[in-house]
Every structure is written in C-alpha cells, then in structure tokens.
C-alpha cells in the first residue's frame, strides 16, 4: 500500500515561511513527477509545484521567486519551502506523486492546511 504523508502546515504571519514535507512509503519500483497543488475555500485545487525525477522545476507565476520545490530520492520525499507568505497563499495543500508500482499511477496526500494571516 503506497501512502504520501504530508507535514509542515500551520498558522504563520505574513512575510512569514514555512517548509512543507511529503513522503512516500509503501512497496514500489520508483516515483517519477512529484509536485504539490493547493485548494483554497471556495476555489479549484491548483497547481503550486512540480518537480521531475530529471529535469527542471515548474512553478506557478503567483509563487515564483518565493516558493522553491526539492527532493531527496534517498528519502522518497518532496520538499516545499515557501518564503515571503502572504495572505492569499492560505490553502490546504496536497503532495501529488506518479509512482510505479505493477503500473504507473497517481497519488495524493492528505493534504496538510497552510494559515497566512496578515
């Protein structure tokens, strides 16, 4: 049974930062795209991040410069660190991963609330 398990979120300031985690366990072969999405109230999940297996990082416009994506393979974990927070980046945010088991397929995280106030 694969699981992604996210942690990391909480209530922070404007301006402020926090780091969220997403790790895989689970019987598989290996993970290929990692990335993390966000849903505030009211809206459609969007997308927030990516990261490939190889290659380079992808980004929405609205966190460019503020927010960077990583991963440790070691680990089987991606990494968010989000900087210069503001009040519209609140949101419950979920880990998203295509990892190969018997097939390739998709999966997604709990999901884990990120607060902004301001």
């Known amino acids: 049974q694969v699981q992604l398990v996210e942690s990391g979120g909480g209530l922070v300031r404007a301006g402020g930062s926090l780091r969220l985690s997403c790790a895989a366990s689970?019987?598989?072969?290996?993970?290929?795209?990692m990335g993390w999405y966000r849903q505030a109230p009211g809206k459609q999940r969007e997308l927030v991040a990516t990261?490939?297996?190889?290659?380079?990082?992808n980004y929405a416009d609205s966190v460019k410069g503020r927010f960077t994506i990583s991963r440790d393979n070691v680990k089987n974990t991606v990494y968010l660190q989000m900087n210069s927070l503001k009040p519209e980046d609140t949101a419950v945010y979920y880990c998203?991963?295509?990892?190969?088991?018997?097939?390739?397929?998709?999966?997604w995280g709990q999901g884990t609330q990120v607060t902004v106030s301001s």
């Open positions: 689970g019987n598989f072969f290996s993970i290929n795209s």
């Open positions: 990261i490939p297996s190889g290659g380079s990082t």
């Open positions: 998203k991963a295509q990892i190969m088991t018997n097939w390739s397929r998709v999966y």
